[in-house]
């Protein structure tokens, strides 16, 4: 059963999808694959990923779909690996601000570097670059590439300033660059 709201748009309950069962095998590995790409400890991935899924079973007969399924379990877990990163780490998001290390800038070289690095060995070498970047920055990087959220976005759900978003993706494409630079030397 479909409803509109005002601005035209369909929405429909989560209940009226079809079996829970379902729904919980075709995307449970993807949320746990999105939460990993924050938490990175299995354990704690699927804790996560068993809290979203007892929540919809939960409330099921409240949960209205506006977009797709997927778009709603994607929000649903980076928004509750937000919360555990933000309930069990205390970060201090103020220290962002803070120039904690100096990363040289390789942004000045040459094209050939990407050239010689091909497709998967590149991902390879982003994602454990990635991996090492320090754990805010790294939790803003994620959301600013993998999960499109605009600067602005980002600064809301961090409730921290979009200066400070935008030092730490400067600071993490610095690092790339390097990870990148670094790898041309030894190949």
Same mark, same amino acid.
């Given at each position: 059963?479909? +409803?509109?709201?005002?601005?035209?748009? #369909?929405?429909?309950? /989560?209940?009226?999808?079809?079996?829970?069962?379902?729904? @919980?095998?075709?995307?449970?590995? @993807?949320?746990?694959?999105?939460?990993?790409?924050?938490?990175?400890?299995? #354990?704690?991935?699927?804790?996560?990923?068993?809290?979203?899924?007892?929540?919809?079973?939960?409330?099921?007969?409240?949960?209205?779909?506006?977009? #797709?399924?997927?778009?709603?379990?994607?929000?649903?877990?980076?928004?509750?690996? *937000?919360?555990?990163?933000?309930?069990?780490?205390?970060?201090?998001?103020?220290? /962002?601000?803070?120039?904690?290390?100096?990363?040289?800038?390789?942004?000045?070289?040459?094209?050939?570097? *990407?050239?010689?690095?091909?497709?998967? $060995? /590149?991902?390879?070498?982003?994602?454990?670059?990635?991996?090492? /970047?320090? $754990?805010?920055?790294?939790?803003?990087? *994620?959301?600013?590439?993998?999960?499109?959220? +605009?600067?602005?976005?980002?600064?809301?759900?961090?409730?921290?300033?979009?200066?400070?978003? $935008?030092?730490?993706?400067?600071?993490?494409?610095?690092? *790339?660059?390097?990870?990148? +630079?670094?790898?041309?030397?030894?190949?």
């Amino acid at each position: 059963m479909s +409803t509109t709201d005002q601005s035209g748009k #369909s929405s429909t309950l /989560l209940s009226q999808m079809g079996p829970f069962e379902h729904l @919980f095998k075709q995307h449970y590995a @993807f949320v746990c694959n999105i939460v990993f790409k924050y938490v990175g400890d299995q #354990s704690k991935v699927e804790d996560i990923a068993q809290e979203i899924f007892t929540e919809l079973w939960l409330k099921r007969d409240q949960i209205l779909i506006h977009t #797709s399924v997927q778009a709603y379990l994607r929000r649903m877990a980076v928004t509750r690996t *937000l919360n555990y990163l933000r309930d069990t780490k205390k970060h201090n998001w103020d220290e /962002l601000d803070q120039v904690t290390e100096s990363v040289p800038d390789h942004s000045s070289q040459q094209p050939e570097v *990407l050239q010689k690095i091909e497709g998967e $060995e /590149l991902k390879k070498i982003l994602d454990e670059a990635i991996s090492k /970047l320090p $754990e805010k920055c790294r939790i803003i990087f *994620l959301m600013s590439r993998y999960d499109e959220l +605009t600067y602005s976005e980002i600064s809301g759900e961090l409730n921290i300033s979009v200066k400070t978003v $935008e030092n730490q993706i400067g600071k993490a494409l610095k690092y *790339l660059r390097t990870a990148l +630079t670094l790898s041309r030397g030894k190949g």
